[in-house]
């Protein structure tokens, strides 16, 4: 999808020298923001994200100096849950059978547990250009935009107590890394200046975390620490306004 997308931006200023020069625009818009990949996937714990859709706000706006390209940016914000139950079950598995603290048994069940799951988090200012074709009252873009992407681990919290010993494991992680968006956009101008958009985008950027988690003994304290990134891709759709100028 990548390569087409490339070579419809490359190719299409070839054959757009007829098309009526468009409107620049400033625009706001809601959706919901959907993981893929290992980002949506809940099998690995150290490589997966677990997260399920949540939602986005986008704030964007695009100047044309010249006829169908145009030049601008976008800044969007999202937030997405996380598969807490399942997250929950496989890091008691990995405590009591996969680290180094010495731990025998069953795991408990995860409603013995106390444990607190945030949200996926994400603050991305892009800037890049787009390529759009007007008809009537519509206008049909494609855009590739890079930039800075913010991303926020959810912070997760565990507690158990198991006779006098007591197991904690804390998650959390903020990144600033670089990311890009690419997608297109569908806008309808009303005779007033203003208009409806649709737009649908996807997001590839990366996530760094670190892992914690202690045994507390009256004898002894065990830890076990991890470092890692996950990738985070996600597709954006998204309804709202616009103000040409």
């Not at 409107?23 to 923001?33: H, V």
């Not at 993981?35 to 997966?48: C, I, L, R, T, V």
């Not at 994400?122 to 930039?147: D, H, K, M, T, W």
């Amino acid at each position: 999808m990548k390569r087409y997308l490339i070579i419809f931006l490359i190719c299409l200023p070839l054959f757009g020298f007829h098309v009526m020069a468009q409107d620049s625009y400033i625009g706001f818009s809601l959706g919901t923001s959907m993981p893929k990949g290992d980002f949506a996937s809940s099998e690995e714990m150290f490589a997966d994200g677990y997260a399920i859709p949540g939602f986005t706000v986008q704030f964007e706006g695009f100047y044309y100096p010249v006829s169908i390209i145009g030049i601008g940016g976008i800044l969007d914000f999202g937030s997405l849950y996380a598969n807490r139950d399942v997250y929950l079950e496989q890091l008691l598995d990995y405590a009591y059978n996969v680290s180094d603290i010495p731990l025998s048994g069953i795991p408990p069940d995860v409603t013995e547990v106390d444990f607190e799951s945030g949200f996926w988090n994400y603050v991305n200012l892009f800037a890049g250009p787009e390529i759009s074709i007007p008809f009537g009252r519509f206008q049909a873009g494609v855009r590739a935009l890079g930039g800075l992407s913010m991303v926020v681990y959810p912070k997760r919290e565990m507690y158990y107590m198991e006779g006098q010993d007591d197991l904690e494991a804390l998650v959390k992680g903020t990144t600033v890394k670089l990311g890009y968006t690419y997608g297109g956009s569908l806008l309808y101008l009303s005779r007033g200046g203003t208009g409806l958009k649709l737009s649908a985008d996807y997001l590839h950027s990366s996530a760094g975390y670190d892992f914690e988690l202690n045994m507390l003994s009256d004898a002894e304290t065990f830890s076990d620490t991890e470092a890692g990134d996950i990738d985070i891709e996600a597709l954006s759709v998204t309804l709202g306004f616009f103000y040409v100028f």
